[in-house]
């Protein structure tokens, strides 16, 4: 628990936890982010959840973390991925930002939210730089933990 709850305190803090089935890597995770008095998100997978479904929680996501003060941590299991694409977007999410996640008009929007806060932190008032401070923000209070079993094709055994 206390690796776990030094990981996500920290900005941009990502954690990876591997276990067999029932060995409490989600309830680890889930205890840790209540200590550190983040929200937790975890995406449903129904029988009609595709890749758009996806992509519009990830952008939920950014967006919340984003626009306000506010620590995330988004729990994703092996048993959740039902597209590999999912897999692309979580790396891309790792990586810092996802291209193509939001239109011209939405990251206009998401900067315009942030253009005060940008502002206070010394930054141009221009869209790019607003978009930056938004990107900032979003990898310093998105955290990802991923719970994965080393047992079965998923993890590649």
Known sequence: VARITRTI????????????????????ARLSTHICGHALVRIC????????????DLQSMLTRSGTKPEG???????????????LVYLN??????????FSKDERDNLASMVEGKA?????P???ASCWEYFLTQVRANLHVAVCFSPVGPDFGT
């Open 9 to 28: 305190f920290q900005p941009g803090g990502h954690i990876l936890l591997v276990g067999v089935g029932g060995s409490g890597k989600q309830s680890l």
């Open 125 to 127: 008032a221009d869209t």
């Open 92 to 101: 891309d999410l790792l990586a810092g930002s996802i291209p193509d996640l």
């Open 45 to 56: 997978i129904t029988s009609s959840y595709g890749l758009g479904d996806f992509r519009l």
């Open 119 to 123: 502002k206070a932190a010394g930054l």
């Open 72 to 86: 995330i941590v988004f729990l994703f299991t092996d048993s959740q991925i039902i597209d590999e694409k999912f």
